[in-house]
């Protein structure tokens, strides 16, 4: 039982070795690997005990290799990798003889959402092996809430708003996102980066459809149009041309990874609430252990498929 032990804090301390070398501190290759600075430090310090020489020079706030550890890292580095790919062969062997009993069925009615999976999927692979997540196509957000409600369908990603609650739904926050401000006709004067309400009071707003659909920006239109806002509701524009400055308002999950250097950042509350609706299958423990397991890694992937870093939702 202790060699298994010792054969399992090895891989890890070597994992976290290679990590501090390639972030070039302990600090962030701690935050990476989801440890506590001290913890990555005692496995350092395992593994120098195992390896008997020393990887690092003992000099405060700074990653200097010792010559054996320089000579060890590219070798480390290459044993990592070689574990990690036999475990992932391995375990497609194992599924392919032993296939999960269902799929992880997620349900989506937007075509951001679909994206946002995939992309998900993309950073997620150890997941989309344990879990064999899908995404099933809705011709409509209603049809989305049947199929969660009928348990046809285990989740669905989506942005807070008041139907869930009363629809009967559980509704789980990830991530605050943004509400993003495209310029459309800008004045010369007009901010960059980033635009506070009262900047943003200054032009017309032009919601997208999924304004009214929303917790965040319902409170956001509420408080604009107290405060003077030419507003001009969706299909409120017909052919009649106009020139005033004016800002297309969507949220950030609509327009992912955007161009800073156009699109304007809304600075005002913390953003919307951004997470995982559940239905029929909130009492699965399969359900709740991929959900459990999203929450652990999305904050750390949120610029990846954001284009922003957002920041987690505390409960």
Excluded at 67 to 84: E, H
Excluded at 218 to 245: C, K
Aim: charged share 20%; glycine share 6%; with cysteine.
């Amino acid at each position: 039982m202790q060699e298994s032990e010792d054969a399992q804090m090895n891989q890890s301390a070597l994992e976290g070795f290679v990590k501090i070398v390639e972030m070039d501190s302990f600090s962030a290759a701690a935050e990476a690997l989801y440890l506590s600075q001290s913890a990555l430090s005692q496995q350092i310090r395992t593994l120098e005990g195992q390896l008997q020489f020393e990887l690092f020079q003992h000099v405060p706030r700074r990653v200097i290799l010792t010559p054996a550890g320089r000579d060890f890292y590219p070798k480390a580095k290459q044993l990592t990798a070689l574990y990690q790919e036999a475990v992932r062969h391995a375990r497609a062997v194992q599924q392919q003889e032993n296939p999960p009993e269902r799929h992880l069925v997620i349900a989506w009615s937007h075509e951001a959402m679909r994206m946002f999976g995939y992309d998900l999927f993309s950073l997620t692979n150890e997941l989309c092996l344990q879990y064999t997540s899908i995404m099933m196509q809705c011709a409509s957000r209603s049809e989305v809430w049947r199929s969660l409600k009928k348990g046809d369908a285990d989740l669905s990603f989506q942005l807070e708003s008041a139907e869930f609650y009363a629809q009967g739904f559980t509704f789980i926050p990830l991530l605050y996102v943004p509400e993003l401000c495209i310029p459309i006709h800008p004045p010369a004067d007009m901010p960059v980066g980033r635009l506070s309400l009262e900047q943003a009071l200054q032009y017309r707003w032009l919601p997208v459809k999924e304004m009214y659909q929303t917790v965040y920006e319902t409170s956001l239109l509420q408080e604009g149009l107290e405060r003077g806002v030419n507003f001009t509701p969706v299909g409120g524009i017909r052919s009649a041309s106009y020139g005033d400055p004016a800002l297309k308002m969507v949220p950030a999950v609509y327009y992912r990874r955007p161009d800073l250097s156009f699109a304007r950042v809304l600075d005002w509350g913390r953003g919307h609430r951004f997470g995982i609706v559940l239905g029929q299958k909130r009492e699965d423990p399969v359900v709740m252990a991929y959900v459990r397991a999203v929450q652990q890694l999305l904050p750390s992937l949120s610029e990846k498929l954001f284009g922003l870093k957002l920041e987690p939702v505390e409960e």
